[in-house]
């Protein structure tokens, strides 16, 4: 027995998480090709360490323009009793919410190359294993042959 699920979101709102996860797939994609590039291509990640390490330097840098958006809300907040600029303030926080944005589609794009690297990667059998560790003994090998005199 199959169960059914109702998507109950608005229209605009599946648009913009499909729009997303094209802009996570970009950013990916730009972000890999930038590093080449410069000299530097990115490396695969080869464990759950590394995965971890990578999503939480990236999860640092998001808490922190959290915490600038929220510093701004709260310069708002301040406003509503005084008579101040809201259109100022409301630039700040539309600036922060941006880079906020920015920072959490990096995030995006570092989980779904970690995805990659560790999940989707085929691990190689022992015969395969066994037949790549015989292939580059035999290229190590010098091709000079024995003279016979």
Known sequence: MQQLEFDLRLDYERNLKDN???????????????LEDEGRPLKMVESKQEAYGIAAQQFVKVCAKEK???????DFLKLLDADGEATQVAGTIYNAAIELSQECILMAAQASRILSDLYYQTPKTPMEEYMDAEELESQEEPENPAEDN
Do not use: S
């Not at 600038?68 to 709260?74: R, S, V």
């Open 20 to 34: 997303l996860i094209t802009v996570a797939k970009f950013a990916q994609e730009q972000m890999r090709q930038n």
């Open 68 to 74: 600038q958006l929220k510093g701004e809300m709260d």
